[in-house]
């Protein structure tokens, strides 16, 4: 059974708290497919396409559906009085929270927890509707207010999205919704996000929160609210000034492999984002690092040896002055169906996403009150 949340509070002048949700690392859709031999068949019917939820050209009209199938991690909250539970995904690259509603009956609605606002005597109907547009797929739905706790935090009459429909390829996601954790113009249908309303009513002692996730271990991993867990990381926070205020997008000055540029020469722009697995950026260039780490194209993965990976190179990026270096330890992937994949995918046309991969490597800070991504070597 997993702990809802914890509340750690540190002896000092002013007492600061810091309110945690653990994260699961649990069986990924993709283990899941390809444990039951379905894996190439969704593959070609939901091609993977994590730029989905950074283009606008998506937000209208009947795009295909997509799948990042490699999301692991969720925590629980818990909506409406008395608490009904859910598994979310802590999105810091989307702005709202939606969870799957008794109005839905897609597949996808069928086997995750569905939210009853009969049952919830804190629930009012707002009467709008939701769309919104995932790498995982999409969900239509409306909108309503209740009572959402987040780590033990209880903010009253938050805005969310009960689910009506939910794109096919979800159902076999672990987590049952997304909270999202970006800035609040990206949200859809002008929702105020969750964590706007812990700053806004004073919930949270510092207006940041955190993300520890834990490379190997499916226990450990955790978002922290309101302040800085100093036992997930070790040396100096590399502070970076976002470069544009509606994801948590920063830039990246360089890529490089044994002191070699191979990619983002002069510079590009990366979103940090806690709801992409992979790292992410155009194709020209992940072909260049994949490349130049020995990886070989196959189905649309990146496939090396496993036999492989003390030869194997380091990836570097440069930020903001800094090197944040990848050993191949933490940009393969092993999998007991399919080998060894390195976490480089491509993406859209400029785009990079340092996504799940990245993190794992770098304790990330997502400070509000400054515009600031923070950076540290993860413990």
Request: proline share 4%; net charge negative; with cysteine.
């Amino acid at each position: 059974m997993m702990k809802w949340a914890f509340v750690v509070c540190a002896m000092v002048a002013l007492s600061e708290c810091l309110i945690q949700v653990p994260l699961e690392k649990g069986k990924t859709a993709r283990e899941f497919l390809e444990e039951q031999g379905l894996w190439e068949g969704y593959r070609l019917k939901y091609p993977y396409n994590p730029m989905v939820k950074f283009d606008q050209r998506f937000a209208v009209g009947d795009q295909s559906m997509t799948n990042d199938a490699d999301l692991a991690y969720y925590g629980i909250i818990s909506i409406g009085e008395p608490p009904q539970s859910f598994k979310v995904v802590f999105d810091t690259g989307s702005s709202n929270l939606w969870v799957p509603s008794i109005y839905c009956s897609s597949p996808a609605c069928n086997n995750h927890d569905k939210f009853n606002p009969g049952q919830s005597s804190t629930y009012r109907n707002n009467g709008g509707s939701l769309s919104i547009r995932y790498g995982t797929g999409s969900m239509t739905g409306i909108l309503g207010y209740d009572t959402v706790t987040v780590g033990g935090i209880s903010v009253k009459n938050q805005i969310f999205g009960l689910s009506e429909s939910e794109a096919p390829f979800m159902q076999y996601m672990r987590a049952d919704g997304i909270l999202g954790l970006a800035y609040p113009r990206l949200s859809a249908s002008g929702a105020t996000p969750v964590f706007d309303n812990m700053m806004r009513e004073g919930l949270v002692d510092q207006d940041l929160f955190s993300v520890y996730l834990s490379s190997n271990s499916q226990q450990g991993s955790v978002v922290t609210f309101g302040g800085i867990d100093s036992n997930h990381y070790s040396g100096a926070i590399t502070w970076i000034p976002l470069s544009n205020e509606l994801y948590w997008q920063i830039t990246v000055d360089s890529v490089t492999v044994n002191g070699q540029v191979v990619a983002c020469n002069g510079g590009c722009q990366a979103i940090v984002d806690t709801g992409t697995s992979l790292i992410v950026g155009p194709q020209s260039s992940i072909s260049n690092i994949n490349r130049y780490v020995g990886a070989s194209g196959q189905n649309g993965d990146y496939v090396v040896n496993c036999d492989n990976l003390s030869q194997m190179p380091d990836v570097t990026f440069h930020i903001h002055g800094q090197q944040f270096t990848l050993p191949a330890s933490a940009y393969v992937r092993q999998s007991q169906y399919f080998g060894c994949r390195t976490g480089f995918g491509n993406g859209g046309d400029s785009l990079w996403i340092l996504g799940d991969v990245f993190i794992r490597k770098y304790f990330s800070i997502f400070n509000r009150a400054q515009n600031m991504v923070g950076l540290a070597q993860a413990n």
